[in-house]
């Protein structure tokens, strides 16, 4: 029988497992989908951890995922515009895609570009979409400065590179050891902690237009003053510091219509979401914990086929 990995109760790690599961069948409006790579994310340790259990609540054991891109098997009743063998990728909003076979809904699912890998592809339902969306509403001109709050991850490099596709200066906070990465992605690095904003002044002396934040919190609150108008600070990651700080917050929207534009960014050449870590779907408690560690660099995908 096809595995799935789950979590079987709300909790950490040791709830997580592989098990086996009948390969699903698809009702209307679904596409049983061959997963080929699942983006590991951490909204998924998030979910098992209770954090998202009022808003979310699932029947347990819950497969983990929420993203992944594979080939087209079998079509539900009233599927329009997929077909078997279309090779897919898409958001799964009610999770399953650590799973050989997932349920993928046609509204949620877009066409994958044949130059995009199946690695790629399984990584821009959650991030590159998020990074788009989370752009789009800066409406950045050519030569605003803006600063991405947590760069070096899976949204962050998608948007340092959005943004520098439309004429931006970007700049973006990681990590020490993330300068080079950073860099190599058209963004001045300035490692965050104690003093930050000072060395965001120091390369950007007249402030930022704009902050796009995906960490949250105390990282938020650090860089927040840098900016004039708080109406231009834009997070991800953090609803209840959005609202205090007078910025906005917003969840990304998945459908076909906003997903293949970022497949098109990709297939173009003008987007690389730097899937640096690919591992076995074996490995799938490994990913997650490198994920769960909150340092990830990228994107790290899981390999089913
Ligand atoms: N609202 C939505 O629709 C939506 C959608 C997707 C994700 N999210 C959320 O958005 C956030 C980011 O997601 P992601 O996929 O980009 O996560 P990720 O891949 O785990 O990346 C987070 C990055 O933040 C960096 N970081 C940690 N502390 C930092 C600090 N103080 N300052 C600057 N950078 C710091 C981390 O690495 P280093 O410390 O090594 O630099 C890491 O690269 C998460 O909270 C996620 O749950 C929201």
Do not use: C
């Amino acid at each position: 029988m096809p595995k799935s990995y789950v979590f079987t109760e709300y909790g950490g790690p040791e709830t997580q497992a592989f098990v086996d599961l009948p390969r699903p069948v698809p009702g209307p409006g679904q596409l049983l989908v061959a997963v080929h790579a699942a983006g590991v994310n951490p909204v998924d340790w998030k979910v098992r951890a209770g954090y998202l259990r009022e808003f979310l609540p699932l029947p347990l054991p819950a497969t983990f995922g929420t993203e992944v891109a594979g080939v087209v098997e079998e079509i539900g009743d009233g599927v329009e515009g997929f077909t078997i063998g279309d090779e897919v990728f898409g958001a799964l909003p009610l999770l399953g895609g650590y799973a050989e076979y997932v349920l993928l809904p046609v509204q949620t699912a877009a066409r994958k570009p044949a130059g995009v890998s199946f690695t790629d592809a399984a990584t821009l339902s959650v991030s590159a979409a998020t990074a788009q969306q989370g752009i789009d509403r800066l409406n950045l001109t050519p030569g605003a400065t803006l600063l991405v709050n947590g760069a070096g991850g899976g949204i962050g490099v998608a948007a340092v590179q959005i943004a520098r596709g439309l004429g931006a200066t970007v700049i973006g906070t990681a990590g020490p050891g993330k300068a080079e990465f950073v860099s190599s992605l058209g963004a001045t690095h300035v490692p965050y902690g104690e003093g930050v904003a000072d060395r965001v002044t120091a390369v950007a002396p007249n402030g930022v237009d704009a902050v796009f934040d995906l960490v949250g919190g105390d990282a938020l609150y650090a860089v927040a003053h840098l900016v004039a108008d708080k109406s231009r600070i834009v997070t991800a990651a953090d609803p209840t510091a959005a609202a205090e700080l007078g910025g906005g917050y917003f969840q990304v929207e998945q459908t076909g219509d906003t997903l293949s534009p970022v497949a098109a960014l990709v297939a173009s050449g003008a987007l690389d979401p730097h899937v640096t870590t690919v591992m076995p779907f074996a490995e799938a408690a490994a990913a997650l914990a490198q994920v769960e560690a909150g340092h990830a660099l990228g994107k790290t995908v899981l390999t089913m086929r």
